[in-house]
C-alpha cells in the first residue's frame, strides 16, 4: 500500500481498540486493512493475550506471511513467531494432525492434490473422459463448501447429471476413507465435524485460540463461517463472539467457488453486539479513480454504508481507449507503456515516481483467453511480461513427481502417490504386476504399499515381480526411517540429493525429453525443490515478502505438510515485467499504471449464451469492475473494442455497462497512445538536436 501514514486514522484505531466482543472491519480497497489486523495483534498482546492464543486467518500463504512479518515489526521475532498465523487449510491441517483420530484418521494421513483427486474420481466412476471427471471434481468441491456429502448431494441434485455426481462422490467418499487420505474441501469440512460433534475437542479449540481475526472474510464459504463459529461461540457470555472479521462486501467476487457474501449478511443476526466498523480512507488511488470505483458500485444493493476517498487530489483523468479490435487494442497496449516509461517523472496524484519500470503497469482483463494477442505485440515490441496465474513452479511434472515420494513417505496409505512412486523413474515394475497387486489390495482392503508385503501375494505374482515389489518397499521404508531422523537445512540437502542419486531420476529427465536443454531445467527446478525443502529443514522460510526463522524440522515434518504448502504457495520473482493478468487474480493487488482490457458486453459483465443473467450474476461481474478499477494508483485506462472475437466469429463490440455507470465526464480522454508516443519521440528528437549551452 502506498504512502500510508505512521500513525493510525481515527477508523483504524477503533477498529484495533475494540476488544470486547465481535467486530466487522468493512475495509475499502487500499484502506490499510493488514496495517488494523497486525496493530490489533499488538493491541491483544498489550492486553494480556499470549501470542499462541491469537489465530489470524487468511487465504493465502503470501498473505499469511506478509502479516506475520508486519506483526513482528511491531511486537518483535519472539512473539511473532508463536502467533497462530496461518491460512485456514493450514489450520485445518494442525488440527486434524493434532485431533484427526477422533474421526478416525491415523496421525499422518495424506493430502490428495488436484491431480491425485481427478484420479481417484476417474477410479470411481469407472470414467475415463477427462473432462467428465472435472466436472464431477468441480460439483463435489462446490457440495462440500456447502457442507454437504454424499447424501445430502443426492438430495440436492437438481438433474440426472448431479444425480450420478453424488453417487460417484459416495465411492470417492470411501476411496479417500480406505486411503487415509483428505482432499483440500476436507481441511475444512472435517475440523468443523470434529468441532460439532466433539465437546472435549471443541472446549480445547476454543480455550485454544482466545481471539480469532479472519482477512478477506467476503471470500468465505459457508463451511468457513461455520467453523469461525464453532471457534469463537464460547459457552461463556463474556468471551461469546471474540473475533474480528475484515472484509469487503464490494469485493466479494468469488461466487463461483462457493464463496458467499450471506456471510457478511449473517454476522449481525448471529452476533446482534456486532460492532461494524468501515474504513473508508483510501491510500492508493487518486480522486479521480476512486470516483469512478464508487460510481460503478454505487448499480449494487449495499449491505453497509462506504464510500472511499483519499488525499492525494484528482490526479489524471480515466482514459477510454476506444479500439477497432482485438490487435488494434494490443498495439495501443504497448504505445501506453512505451509512452509512459518515455514520459518518467512524478506520479499522476504528485508523488514522485521517479524511474518507470515495467513492473508498474499491469493489464488486466475477465477470461485468460484475452491475453494471447497481447502477449503477442508486447513480445514483438521486446517488452518482457509474465502472466499470473500460468502454471506454478509446484504444477511442473518434476516436482509433482517427487512430491508423491513423500507423500509416500508420510502415508504408506496413499494409494495415488504410491502408483506415481513406484513407476516414476520406471523400475520394472509395469501395469500387469501394478494391475495384480491392485486387484490384491481391493480384495483384502489393504493399501497397495501394504499388500505388495503379503505372504499371499505370491500366488498371484511371479517371482520376479515380487523381488522387484519387496526392493522398492525396502527402500521407501530406509528412506522414511532416515528421513524421520534427519533434520537441518545441510543433512536434510546431502540425504534429498543421495536419494535423487539413488532413483536416477536426473537420467530419467534425460531419457524423457528430446532436448537436452529442456531436460536440464527441469533438472534446475528439481534443485531449486531441494534447496527449498532444506531451508525447512533448517529453519527458515524465504518467501515474498521478507524472511522468518522458525524450529529446525525433519525431512519427514516438512513432507506432512508439504501438500499444503505447494497447493497455496505463490512462488515469484521480483522481475522488472509487466503483469498481464485476470481481474480474479488481481485482487489483493495495485500498480502505479493499470489497463483494462475488453471491456465489453458479453466479456464484462461475461455472459454465454447458454446462461441467462440473474441479479446476482451482475452484481457479482459489477464487484469484479470494481476490483479491477482499484488495482490503479496513479494512471488507470478502460479499452473497449468496436468488434471482438466470439468463438470463429467477428461480431460488434458493445461497450459494456459499466464504463457509463463511471460516469466519465468530459474530460476523460479519449487520444490514442500511439500518438502520444509519437509526439513525445518527436519532442526527445527535437530536445536532442539542441546543441548544449556555451
Known sequence: MADAPATLNPAQLEAVHHLSGPCLVLAGAGSGKTRVITHKIARLLQAGLLPKQIAAITFTNKAAQEMRERAKGLVGPRAAKDLAVSTFHSLGVRMMREDGTRLGLKEQFSILDSDDVLGVLRDAGSCTDNAMAKRWQWTISLWKNQGLDSDGALRAAKDDDEQVAARVMKLYEERLAAYQAVDFDDLISLPLKLLQRDAEARAKWQDTFRHVLVDEYQDTNSVQYELLKALVDHEDDRRRGLFTAVGDDDQSIYGWRGAT???????????????????????????????????????NPKLFEKKLWSEFGDGDPVRLLECDGEEHE????????????????????????????????????????????????????????????GQSFFDRTEIKDLCAWLRLLVNQDDDPAFLRAVTTPKRGIGHTTLGKLGEFSGKWKRSLFESLFSDTLAAQLGAKAIGSLHEFGRYINELEHRARHTQGSEDAKALLLEWLKDIGYEQHLYDSEDSEKLAASRWSNVMDFVDWIAKRCGGVITQEGGTFETEKQTVLQVAQTISVIISLAERGDEQDVVTLSTLHASKGLEWPHVLLAGINEGLLPFKSDAEE??????????????????????????????????????????????????????????????????????ELAARAAVPPPP
Open 261 to 299: 457474501i450471506d456471510n457478511l449478511k449473517r454476522l449481525p443476526q448471529d452476533w446482534p453486539r456486532l460492532k461494524v466498523i468501515p474504513l473508508e480512507q483510501n491510500y492508493r488511488s487518486t480522486g479521480n479513480i476512486l470516483r469512478a470505483a464508487n460510481n460503478v458500485i454505487a448499480g
Open 330 to 389: 494490443a498495439e495501443r497496449t504497448v504505445a501506453f507503456i512505451q509512452g509512459l516509461r518515455g514520459q518518467g517523472g512524478a506520479l499522476a496524484d504528485g508523488r514522485q515516481g521517479g524511474q518507470t519500470n515495467f513492473s508498474d503497469f499491469a493489464v488486466l482483463y475477465r477470461a485468460n483467453h484475452q491475453s494471447r494477442v497481447i502477449e503477442q505485440k508486447l513480445r514483438a515490441a521486446q517488452i518482457p511480461y509474465k502472466v499470473s496465474g
Open 613 to 682: 443473467m440473474t441479479p446476482q450474476r451482475l452484481e457479482e461481474e459489477r464487484r469484479l469492475m470494481y476490483v479491477g478499477i482499484t488495482r490503479a494508483r496513479s494512471t488507470l485506462v478502460v479499452s473497449t473494442l468496436r468488434r471482438r472475437k466470439k468463438g470463429r466469429e467477428t461480431v460488434q463490440g458493445i461497450p459494456s455497462r459499466f464504463i457509463g455507470e463511471m460516469k466519465l465526464n468530459e474530460n476523460t480522454v479519449k487520444e490514442d497512445p500511439r500518438e502520444r508516443l509519437k509526439r513525445l519521440r518527436t
